[in-house]
């Protein structure tokens, strides 16, 4: 058990690397390696999930070094949450990819695996350093998925995304030389104690590299004014990589909050918090900017990204408020926000297919076969993503409303949610009425051929996390407001990990 954190990251690259050199043995070995280790990786998510679950946090110490010398990785509820998110997302990915589209990717399996890889890393490493060695892992493997076999406005979009996130890697970079130079130190939890007794002629100078690193993380989660990359990327993107990008803005949502409830959060003194307002109203502007760009966008897939936005705009406020309520809701909202929109790309994909030159166009009325199975699986996709009564979006809405604490902030917040939900619940209303409910069906020969099953099996499986996650709400709950609170205190954290030394080493002979 106590490899479990290591074993995340090692189980999909080194499946990475063995699907590389099998390459040339045909897909049918690759795909076999690809879910071999995904199936691996999934009782790795759950062990760490129910070992997470205990209460301590799990350090491991590679190299047995020290965690404010060395690399350490460590799991405690909200990145072993964020594991088993990735690792439940990526099933359906595959699933779909693997209907076709990855004979035309190459490579495919290794850097989705390498993706898997980076992502998981980012949840567990305990170091800003190594934080920025997984982001440029799973951006890599993003360019190779994006780029693969693409031309035209994919690659356009798709070379937009690549010099966006060098670029913002390129700061990522000077705001870690910065706090480097400032603390002496990047281990998280050592950075947490050095702020909270820093000299006060030091605090502007942490307050504007910590601002620096802010802004990267706000880049890569899609937050005002640093989202513009965001809709066209995923509406150019295969939608086996687009659904499994959903979870990329939520890497960014999740250091966020990681980093910034750790060195700013109660025992930081002066610095205590001193981003949360901020993150608020940008938050609350994205959220409100999103549903307007729902609202008048022009294909399915950009309404799908639009809403991509929003979910990690509301995700923002919720982590921005810092109360255990809040941060529960969002807890429980994340993985919801992430399967839901992950289905809505798949499903958009099946749709444009069946449109013939109208595609996905939602100012052109056309034909459309398999109207009502599809019909059907875009209702519930609707109801999951706008948070409609009883399934799991409406749950994490209204824990989010409730907890929201009574002050100036109630009111509005209470109305711009409401509101933006109702936008959401129109602009799905009138995609859905123009594609499905006005268009003839097609009939006789000329009807395309239907789904592949794979394609409707991994929608399926993305809807009934949905349903899954209403159904257990309560054992899902209990666990976010566990971590919810684990991740608010972080004395705790900290005295956790520097607790930790490394192994007895033999003695010398």
Known sequence: MSHLPVLAVLV?????????????????????????????????AGLLVVAADQGPVLVYLLGDWPARLGIALMADRLGALMVMTTALLAVPCLLYAGSGWDRRALHFHALFQLQLAGLNGAFLTGDLFNLFVFFEVLLIA????????????????????????????????????????????????EMALRVASAEPGDLPLIRAASGILLVVFCAKAALLPLYLWLPETYARA???????FTIMTKVGIYAVLRVYALLFGEIAGPLAGWAWDWLLWT??????????GALAAASLRALAAYLVVASAATLFIAFALAQPGTVAAGLYY???????????????????RRRGTAQDRLQRLAPLSQRALLGAL??????????LPPLSGFIGKFLLMAAVPEGAATGWLWGLL?????????????AGSQVFWRAEPVAGPASAAPPHRLQLTAIGVLLAYGVAMTVFADPMLRYARAAAEQVLDPAAYIDQVRATAPGLRAPSP
Not at 238 to 244: C, I, Q
Not at 418 to 430: D, F, P, Q, S
């Open 12 to 44: 999909p690259l080194v499946t990475g690397a063995l699907v590389l050199l099998a390459g040339r043995r045909g897909l049918a070995l690759q795909r076999l390696l690809s879910w071999l280790g995904l199936a691996a990786l999934l009782l790795v």
């Open 142 to 189: 993003s360019y190779g998925l994006l780029l693969s076999g693409g031309r035209g406005p994919r690659m356009r979009a798709g070379l937009h995304y690549v010099v966006f996130n060098i670029t913002a890697s390129t700061l990522f970079l000077i705001a870690l030389g910065l706090l480097y130079g400032l603390l002496g130190t990047l281990n998280m939890a």
């Open 238 to 244: 295969p939608a086996a990589v687009a659904a499994m």
């Open 283 to 292: 938050g609350a502007a994205s959220l409100a900017l999103a549903t307007l």
């Open 334 to 352: 994340l993985p919801h926000s992430t399967f839901a929109t992950a289905a809505l790309f798949l499903l958009i994909d099946l749709v444009r």
């Open 378 to 387: 875009f209702i519930v996709a609707a109801v999951l993503v706008s948070g």
């Open 418 to 430: 409401l509101v933006t939900g109702l936008m959401v619940i129109v602009a799905l209303a009138r």
